[in-house]
């Protein structure tokens, strides 16, 4: 049975144009020139219909699984309400971001035990059906930690693990190049006393100093030899970005300067921001603007990092006059730029063969808004 598709401005193989999409088996079968109505045809009309959303990076389960201090959401659950969130900010492939070898203090055991229960429950009912959206699993090696190379090595190798990036949140270089900043995010987010942080802040800055390095050789040798897309983090120079090079990192995780963002996209990675950072205007760690980047033509994909429905909007948000980004080159950023970089080459674009992964959504005077949501041609939202 062929489901059909309709709308105005439908953004077949990068261009908006009237017509209608032919859907069989989830599957993109022929795009008709003419718009089709009538029973049977889901109409977008006026609204735009574009390709499913992709997300690289989000640690948005995390709240579910301890939505308060010392309350312990059911991991299934936890998920399930996650998965909803994503599909309705039009999402329809979301790798899920899980902590390896995460940090110190309190933070870290809570950390350790959310990526346990996660990784396991992801990749027990991921393929059950039960979610609305395509879930992966993009594992962030915290490379500042002894045993990280240890607490990965299970896990390369394991189908739905699709992504790893190498992570280092010491105070005093990369995101926290600004001890303040450091202490802000971590001392006042969870209460720990001058003396308890202060020695924190020393064991952390010593532990990188250790580990660093030997993580990020092994890690990334375990990526290669099972074929998972490796990504840097953070890189703030362009000492750090050769480095990612050299390792064989084809995607570059939220480079904090200028300098870094250039050389990145100079070398072939592909440079990914936060959406956050468009919408507010800046990076919450201090650290340069993604519409920077975008200006500069250095920006090829968005994730929403922490807040799901940003993606869409941030998009939308670049073609503002004074960013200036065409609209199919900014959805471009949370579509096909995120595929390719991820290896998925069955989707990210509306084409002939592709996956059936749409949004519709509306940008009028009210605001940027996902109204439909399907996967593999299945309304999820």
Same mark, same amino acid.
């Not at 809570?110 to 395509?134: K, M, W």
């Not at 096909?336 to 080459?345: E, F, I, T």
């Given at each position: ?54 997300? =690289? ?65 992801? =990749? ?41 990036? =190498? ?143 940003? =993606? ?70």
């Amino acid at each position: 049975m062929t489901q059909r598709f309709s709308s105005h401005h439908v953004l077949w193989e990068g261009a908006f144009r009237p017509g209608t999409v032919c859907v069989e088996a989830g599957q993109i079968v022929a795009f008709e020139d003419a718009v089709a109505e009538g029973f049977g045809v889901i109409e977008a009309g006026e609204h735009r219909l574009i390709p499913g959303l992709i997300e =690289l990076h989000t640690d948005n389960h995390e709240k579910y699984f301890e939505p308060r201090p010392g309350v312990h959401w059911p991991a299934k659950y936890a998920l399930l309400s996650h998965d909803a969130q994503m599909a309705s900010a039009g999402i329809t492939t979301v790798f899920d971001a899980i902590a390896v070898g995460y940090g110190f203090g309190e933070l870290s055991a809570s950390r350790e035990r959310i990526a346990a229960e996660s990784i396991q429950t992801l =990749l027990e009912v991921r393929d059950e059906a039960i979610f609305r959206v395509d879930h992966r699993i993009h594992l962030r090696c915290e490379v500042s930690c002894r045993g990280t190379d240890e607490s990965f090595e299970p896990w390369a190798g394991v189908p739905g693990i699709d992504l790893v990036s =190498l992570m280092d949140h010491a105070p005093g270089q990369r995101q926290f190049a600004s001890i303040e900043k450091y202490r802000e995010y971590n001392q006042k987010k969870y209460g720990y006393p001058d003396d308890v942080f202060a020695q924190m802040m020393l064991d952390h800055a010593a532990s990188s100093a250790q580990f660093s390095e030997p993580n990020r050789q092994r890690i990334a040798a375990l990526c290669h030899r099972h074929g998972i897309a490796l990504a840097s983090h953070d890189d703030a120079s362009i000492a750090h970005v050769e480095e990612s090079v050299a390792l064989g990192c084809t995607l570059a995780e939220f480079p904090t300067t200028l300098e870094a963002g250039q050389a990145s996209h100079a070398r072939g990675l592909k440079v990914m921001m936060g959406a956050p950072n468009v919408i507010r205007g800046g990076s919450h760690s201090g650290n340069v603007a993604a519409k920077d980047f975008a200006t500069a033509g250095w920006l090829d994909v968005l994730s929403s990092d922490y807040y799901p429905s940003a =993606l869409l909007q941030a998009a939308v948000k670049l073609t503002e006059p004074e960013i200036g980004v065409p609209l199919e080159q900014a959805l471009a950023m949370v579509t096909s730029g995120p595929a390719q970089a991820a290896g998925l080459s069955d989707r990210g674009v509306l084409a002939e063969g592709k996956r059936a992964d749409f949004v519709v959504f509306a940008d009028d005077h009210q605001a940027v808004r996902v109204l439909q949501t399907f996967v593999s041609g299945r309304r999820v939202f």
